[in-house]
T-cell receptor, first 112, second 113 residues
Framework: KAGVTQTPRYLIKTRGQQVTLSCSPISGHRSVSWYQQTPGQGLQFLFE???????NKGNFPGRFSGRQFSNSRSEMNVSTLELGDSALYLCASSLGQKETQYFGPGTRLLVL | DAKTTQPTSMDCAEGRAANLPCNHSTISGNEYVYWYRQIHSQGPQYIIH???NNETNEMASLIITEDRKSSTLILPHATLRDTAVYYCIVRAGPGGSQGNLIFGKGTKLSVKP
């Protein structure tokens, strides 16, 4: 069974731009969670989607948003990029909420 | 979710067992212990999880103390490819309303030849 896929794998943007990252969960998984990893803050939870609804949200500003489609694929968007948004963005999928999460390889975003 | 405490770093000789401890003294009855690892710049990899009984799979064994206040992840025959940061996470089980994982700083395991 194919794992979690994330596109693109690498991205370079400039301050003020916006970016959209995509995540395709493992087939049959209905829950998708997003995490941000930086050297200073470590791995932090962004939000979780289940059945196209945001079920849980971490402590991030409103510039960070996401959505989930009927096929469970998910996107996250960051608007008005700041230098501090440079990070590895990780997507994880699970069968349902609080089931075991399986992570994708991540998208590495560099904001210049 | 309960907080966990792990050593910052550990070394292990290649071919020997690696025993990674984790303290979770405030764990509650319905919370599971999960272990993930992250090899540099890759996504975290699920290893194993358990509630109260010891668990074993093809990657590792998980030993949970009877009072559930601590656990040990055992990699029976460590290889250089096991060098990674290992995260011990406590979270409530299936059926709950919130599923996010709370990552600490983990243990940096270095397997040496």
């Amino acid at each position: 069974k194919a794992g979690v896929t994330q596109t693109p794998r690498y991205l370079i943007k400039t301050r003020g731009q916006q970016v959209t990252l995509s995540c395709s969960p493992i087939s049959g998984h209905r829950s998708v969670s997003w995490y941000q990893q930086t050297p200073g803050q470590g791995l932090q939870f962004l939000f979780e989607y289940f059945s196209e609804t945001q079920r849980n949200k971490g402590n991030f500003p409103g510039r960070f948003s996401g959505r989930q489609f009927s096929n469970s694929r998910s996107e996250m968007n960051v608007s008005t990029l700041e230098l501090g948004d440079s990070a590895l963005y990780l997507c994880a999928s699970s069968l349902g909420q609080k089931e075991t999460q399986y992570f994708g390889p991540g998208t590495r975003l560099l904001v210049l | 979710d309960a907080k966990t405490t792990q050593p910052t770093s550990m070394d292990c000789a290649e071919g020997r067992a690696a025993n990674l401890p984790c303290n979770h003294s405030t764990i509650s009855g319905n919370e599971y212990v999960y272990w993930y690892r992250q090899i540099h710049s890759q996504g975290p990899q699920y290893i194993i999880h358990g509630l109260k009984n010891n668990e074993t799979n093809e990657m590792a064994s998980l030993i949970i103390t009877e009072d559930r206040k601590s656990s040990t992840l055992i990699l029976p025959h460590a290889t250089l490819r096991d060098t990674a940061v290992y995260y011990c996470i406590v979270r409530a089980g299936p059926g709950g309303s919130q599923g996010n994982l709370i990552f600490g700083k983990g243990t940096k395991l270095s397997v040496k030849p």
